[in-house]
C-alpha cells in the first residue's frame, strides 16, 4: 500500500494526514452537518433532510452488516478534526450492480488534496484487501473538481448517464489480476529463507514448521514472481495475535483462505516479488497436499515440464485473467496431485487431536464442526479426475456427474447479500444445464444470513434439517462390543463397495462413487471408513473425519431389514473408541431430528443447525450425504 500507512483492519486505517474510522450509528449528526451544507451538496443533487440523512446512515450500516465493507468517515491526524466521508458501496447503476467510489469533503478542506488522498486510499482497500478489479464513481457533469480528482486516482471517464433522475458522468478505474510467468529465479530460494527467517522470529511461539510451496520451491519451474509459503501453526487459537505481528512486517490483514479448512491468507509486496502466506493448523490435510505436490515435481522432470508448458500456454492464452488462468491449471493440478498422493509413501504427521479442545466454547466447537464436515465433502475430489471440486471466493461446488444430489452438491457460502441473486443464478444453471440434481447445504456461519430464505424464493425447497451436536470423549464410557457384528476398516474396492452398498438411493452411482474412492485411499487420509458385518454380510456403516481437533462422524446407516437390532449404536460405540484411543477429546455429529433424544442420552451437547436444499424438481427421497443418524433411533 502506497497511500495507506498503517492498517489495523477493514474498520479503521491510516493515512500520512488522515485517520478513517467506519461509520457508526453515533455519527448523525455529522452526517446531518454535510448534508445540509449548501457547497457541498450543491455537488450532490441537493440539500438532505434530517429524515433522509437517517436513512443513509441506516442504509450504510445495513451495508457494513451484509458486505464487510463501506463508508468511513475520515479525521485530521494531528488534531482529530472530522473533514467528511467516503468509502466503497454497492450500486444500481444503468440496471447493473457496480461498486461504488464515494466520497463528500466539507469546504473548508476542499483544495487541499484531501479527496485525492481519500480516494486513493479507498482504492487501496478495494483492490488490495477486498480484493475487487472493477471500481465507478460519478458525478454531476459540471463538478470538474470531482472530476480531477477521479482522473487523479486514475478513473477513466466512460459514458454519460442518468442517476436520481439527474444527468451524472460515469468514471471507471480496474485492476485486472493478470498472469504474469518469468523464467526460474535461482534467488527465489534465498528469498524464501530471509522472509522465512523473519517470520520465525517474530511468530516463533506459535509456529510448528514453514514450508516453502508453489513454483518458485521447484527449481528450473517457471513461475509467477511470488514467493507462496505456508506456515504450519500448532492450532489457530491465537489467530487475532498472529495478524497484529504480521502486520508489523507489513502483511495485509488476514483474509479467509479460498480452501477454508479453518485457514487463513495474507501477502505483502516488496520490489518485484510478492510474499503469500497460508496459515494452516498441524493436521490439515492441506499441508501434505501442498508439499507432496512440490516434493513430486521435484522428483518427476517429465510431468515437471508437462505442468510448466501448461502454465506458459494458459499464461499467455489468459493473460489478463487470472482466474480463468487458475481454472485452467485445474485438472492437471488434480491428476499430479493424485500421482503425489500414490507415490508419496511416508506420512506427513499426525492429526491434531485437540487436547484443549474439551474447553473450547459452543461457537468455537460450531466452528470446528463446520470445517470437519468441509473436509469431509471436499477432501477426496482434490485427487480424482472423475469429480469437478469448484472452489472460488464465496462458494465451493462437488460435481461428481453422477444421477444422485449425494454426491454432487453446494456448500461454504460466503457472499454478500447484493451478490446472492449472481450467485444462485450462475451455481443453479451450471447443475441444471448438466441435468444434474444436487443438494445446497446451508452451516449456521454460511453467508448471507438469509440465504435459506433467498433459495426458496428461487424455488428451492428445505429437503433436510439437521442438529449439529458434539460429545465430550473424557466423560463417555464405552458400551460392551456386540459379539456377532465385525467391524473393519474400508480400504479397498471390495470393502467400499460393500461400505457403499449398506444404504443406497441410486446403487449404480454409489457404487461407482465408492470404487473411485478406493483408487486414492491412503492410511493417511483424515477419513476412516467402517463397515460392520454379520454373517459376512454388510449390516451397518459409518465415516470417522479427523479434522479442525475433533472427529466428524457422518454416514451413519444400517441395512433396512437389520434395523432395530443395535448395529448402528454398536459401530458409533466402536467409532467413538476409535477416537479416544487416538487421543482425541471432542466429537461431533448432525442428527436428524428424530434421534436427538438418542445423542443426547449418551452425552451430546446440541450447538446449530444445518440445512439442506434441493430444486423441487432434484427431490429425491433418503439423500445420504448426511445419512449421519439413519438407524439410530432403533
Known sequence: MKTITQFTSIHTFTTRRLLAKKIEAADLSKLIRLDTDPQVMATLGGLRSEKETREYLTADLQHWEDNNFGVWLFYLNDTGEWLGRAGLRWVNVNGKQEIELLYAVLPDFWGKGFATEIANACLEIAFDVLRLTNIVCFTLPNNHASRHVMENAGFQYECDFVYSNLPHVLYRTQKLRTVKIVDFNSQWTNFFTQEAAKIQNSLDDYLHHIYHIGSTAIPDMPAKPVIDIMLECENLDAIDLIAEKLAKLNYLPLRRHIIPFHSFFTSREEDDIAYHLH?????????????????????????????????????????????????????????????AKAWQSKKYSQGNTGPLAKQWSKSKILKAMIANMNVQMTHFSQYLNQIELIRKPGITIVNSGLPDDTFNYVLDADFSGTDANRFITEITEYFQHQKLPFSWWISPDDHPTNLANLLEERGYVNAENNIGMYLNLDTWEP????????????????????????????????????????????????????????????????????????????????????????????????????????????????????????????????????????????????????????????
Open 279 to 339: 496459515i494452516l493448523e498441524r493436521g490439515n490435510p492441506q499441508i501434505k497436499r501442498h508439499v507432496d505436490f512440490r516434493d513430486y515435481l521435484i522428483i518427476h522432470p517429465m510431468d515437471a515440464q508437462e505442468y510448466a508448458e501448461t502454465k506458459i500456454k494458459l499464461a499467455q492464452q489468459f493473460k489478463n485473467d487470472i482466474n480463468l488462468y487458475v481454472l485452467g491449471k485445474d485438472k492437471l493440478v488434480q491428476a499430479i496431485d493424485a500421482k
Open 479 to 634: 458400551e460392551p462390543d456386540l459379539k456377532n457384528l465385525k467391524i473393519i476398516s474400508a480400504k479397498n474396492k471390495t470393502t467400499l463397495n460393500d461400505f457403499a452398498l449398506v444404504l443406497t438411493n441410486d446403487e449404480a452411482s454409489f457404487k461407482k462413487y465408492f470404487s473411485w474412492i478406493a483408487s486414492v485411499l491412503a492410511d493417511d487420509d483424515p477419513l476412516e471408513f467402517y463397515v460392520g458385518y454379520v454373517d459376512d454380510q454388510p449390516v451397518v456403516r459409518g465415516v470417522s473425519c479427523y479434522f479442525g481437533q475433533v472427529v466428524g462422524i457422518s454416514w451413519l446407516s444400517t441395512t433396512p431389514k437389520e434395523r432395530k437390532k443395535g448395529y448402528a449404536s454398536a459401530i458409533l460405540n466402536y467409532q467413538l473408541q476409535q477416537a479416544k484411543e487416538r487421543g482425541y477429546h471432542i466429537v461431533v455429529l448432525q442428527a436428524a431430528s428424530e434421534a436427538q433424544s438418542f445423542y443426547v442420552n449418551i452425552g451430546y451437547e446440541t450447538c446449530g443447525i444445518f440445512r439442506e436444499f434441493k430444486l423441487n424438481q432434484n427431490l429425491i427421497p433418503g439423500s445420504a450425504i448426511q445419512a449421519t443418524t439413519e438407524g439410530v433411533s432403533e
